[in-house]
């Protein structure tokens, strides 16, 4: 009789411990399209910011798709099958997740999406507007060039919002007839800086000084660009990127940097925001429709230029 009252409170115990394990910890599966880009790091590094201030113990497992959509596809399916609590997916190209999104959606978790497009099925896509950032810099570069001159245009097509970039600068163009595009080349995401990095070398080798302008769909092959520019002795080519990191915004700031624009996006503010969501719809379990405004939020991002750099350098 004694023994099998202890068997009892052991088991007890262990449920009541189980089950204050998973009251305690929210499970949270973070999917990185490519960690390895600093405004995913930055979106990440805002989320982690969020928890330590909320006093947060979540449980939050990452998983890196290396810049493939299939991986990402295949970490959605791998999130979704493990039931955790909510799916966080970072600047990913989720046209080939269609399936493994519905997975998730069958298993009733939110999937809750940073910069990568509206698909249906998703709580809320938290963005720029990629458009609008566009729309700002571009104009800016080519009329910088007075209108006229040879340019180098850094293409990505595999995510939403570089692809929606670089569309707007090619309408853009077509009202600078003056503005020749000496190339145009579609940056490999698996290995971005790298591959910017050749691609750059050997147009610097091919055109040398007939280079005037380099547009480039982000900071980091924008600062690819300027370091093989830098290298062959071009010193007077314009360069533009978008994103606004801390190390591209002092590049912009230094006065004979090749770099003259970037345009500032609050990462660390949609990670901050993810978090909010995900505290009131999945903890407080809050109605997500009054809780989210729109299925896509979009957040400003100002043009930086050296005339308003020092603005926008860290405090």
Not at 13 to 22: K, P, R, W, Y
Not at 42 to 66: H, P, Q, T
Not at 246 to 268: G, R
Request: charged fraction near 20%; glycine fraction near 6%; hydrophobic fraction near 45%.
């Amino acid at each position: 009789m004694m023994k099998s009252l202890k068997r009892m409170a052991a088991a007890t115990v262990m449920t009541l411990s189980l089950g204050a394990v998973s009251a305690g910890a929210t499970d949270i599966a973070w999917v990185h399209a490519n960690a390895a880009a600093q405004s995913e790091q930055r979106v990440k590094a805002g989320f982690d910011s969020w928890l330590k201030e909320k006093g947060k113990d979540w449980k939050i497992s990452l998983l890196d798709s290396g810049g493939s959509g299939e991986r990402t596809a295949s970490n959605l399916q791998d999130a979704a099958s493990r039931g955790v609590d909510a799916i966080v997916i970072t600047m990913a190209d989720l046209r080939a997740s269609r399936a493994a999104l519905d997975a998730a959606i069958a298993a009733k978790i939110p999937v809750f999406t940073v910069d990568s497009g509206y698909i249906t099925g998703v709580m809320v896509d938290i963005t720029t507007n990629n458009w609008a950032m566009s729309s700002s810099v571009s104009p800016y570069l080519l009329n910088e060039l007075g209108g006229k001159g040879n340019i180098i245009f850094l293409r990505m097509a595999e995510h939403h919002g570089t692809r929606k970039r670089g569309d707007v600068m090619a309408t853009i163009l077509k009202e600078y007839p003056d503005i020749k595009v000496l190339a145009e080349h579609n940056i490999d995401y698996t290995a971005f800086f790298e591959d910017t990095t050749s691609t750059m070398q050997d147009y610097a080798a091919r055109f040398g000084d007939q280079i005037n302008a380099v547009w480039a769909p982000w900071d980091e092959p924008a600062q690819a660009a300027i370091n093989a520019l830098t290298a062959a002795g071009l010193k007077n080519v314009k360069v533009i990127g978008i994103d606004g990191h801390p190390q591209a915004v002092a590049e912009v700031c230094k006065p004979d940097s090749l770099m003259i624009a970037t345009v500032s996006q609050p990462f660390e503010k949609m990670g901050a925001q993810v978090g909010d969501w995900i505290e009131a719809i999945v903890e407080k379990k809050e109605d997500p429709a009054k809780v989210i405004p729109s299925k896509t939020v979009y957040l400003d991002a100002p043009l930086v230029t050296k005339q308003n750099c020092k603005d926008f350098l860290p405090k």
